[in-house]
């Protein structure tokens, strides 16, 4: 490892630590108001959707692909599906990259 | 329920993660050694960091020759989401020593965060003890993150070409996995569709600011919707 390695790694473990500790560490003087625990509740929804929806419309990053060509909306698509259908997160995960790697073979 | 117990019902509760976790893990240390960064260090993020997309995003970073500190305000941009995570854990913890809220919050991820918060919000066992089922999930997830980040540098080097193979798909089928779910109510689909399109049509930005930008809408979409839906229908009160 050299020295930009070594400060690029502790940079991140300070910052992403920082983020996950601090409120735990003044856990016993915080008190969110009822708005702020309302708003808590869209958090995973919201950011998750963000990060997941935009790989699965435009996979490369430039422009959208709402073709059949494009494997990661297919195989996105077929997990919401089985998702929705059994609310199963094993099932969803497994059938989703098994959908995703089937048609990946058949039309990659 | 014993504390082993809870600690091995985490562990277990976490498997469905670990599924898209592998793939995810591997494809980072194929990625993060094809981007330049030394097989110490791509594993040492994976130990030290512990943080995914974060570690995902650096690695592609790296790639493209980009300045230390522009990657250490993306990784805080990528990352600020735990804290929102922490809050939302913070009512489960606040009573633990301080040992324990340094180690959850060190091994606190997605993955984990959906497994142990659906978990504290049941009413089947008792506060005092579920800490364990937190840790057995989080031990889960960062044993398993290492081993596929050793097996992805390993891989990457034997067949430099399977970073091209699409495993990263596994990070959406698993994101898809937690959110579809939690789609209960009108709200909920409203943060997600505002969330998903502010997501796609600010791509554009630099530093994964349109991934913030689109996170922020999302939850203040999804506050005016639940109001909304209050005001109309003031009987129907939903649990919040």
Redo the contacts between chains.
Sequence with gaps: ??T??I???????V???A???????V??K?R?S?????????????????????????PD?EG?QLSLDN??LV??VA??II??RW?N??A???G??LC??LW?FLYG | MSASREFLLGMRDT???L??AV?FGIVYGTLAVSSG??V??TL??SL????G???FV?ASL?ASGTS?TV??LT??IV????????????PF??HLP?RW??A???W?T?ES??VVHRHYLLNDSPLERKHWYFLGSCLAMYSLWFACSLVGVLLGQALPSLGDW?L????????????????RNQ??IV??L???T???AA?GLPWKL??ML???????A??VA?RWALRDRPAAVEA?
């Design positions: 490892m050299n930009f390695e400060a690029l790694i502790l940079g991140m473990a910052i992403t630590f983020i996950r500790y601090t409120l735990f560490a856990g016993h915080v969110f009822p708005l702020v625990t309302q708003a808590l509740t869209y958090v995973p929804v919201a950011v998750l959707s963000a990060i997941a929806v935009p790989v699965m419309l435009m990053g959208l494997d990661y195989g996105g997990a919401i998702a929705a609310r997160l094993l969803t995960i497994a989703g990259i995703f790697f990946r | 498997i469905p993660m599924v898209g793939p960064l030394s110490g260090a040492a993020m030290l960091v512990f943080a997309s974060a570690q650096a790296v230390l990657i250490l990784t805080l990352n600020l989401r735990h804290m929102l995570y922490s809050a939302s854990l913070l913890v606040r301080q809220r340094v959850l919050a060190f606190l997605d965060f959906a699409g990263d798909f596994a990070m959406i089928a698993t994101f898809i996995g937690i959110v579809v779910p939690l789609l709200p909920m943060a997600a505002v969330a998903s502010v997501a796609v791509h349109g991934l689109a996170a922020l809408l999302g939850v203040t999804g506050v639940e919040p």
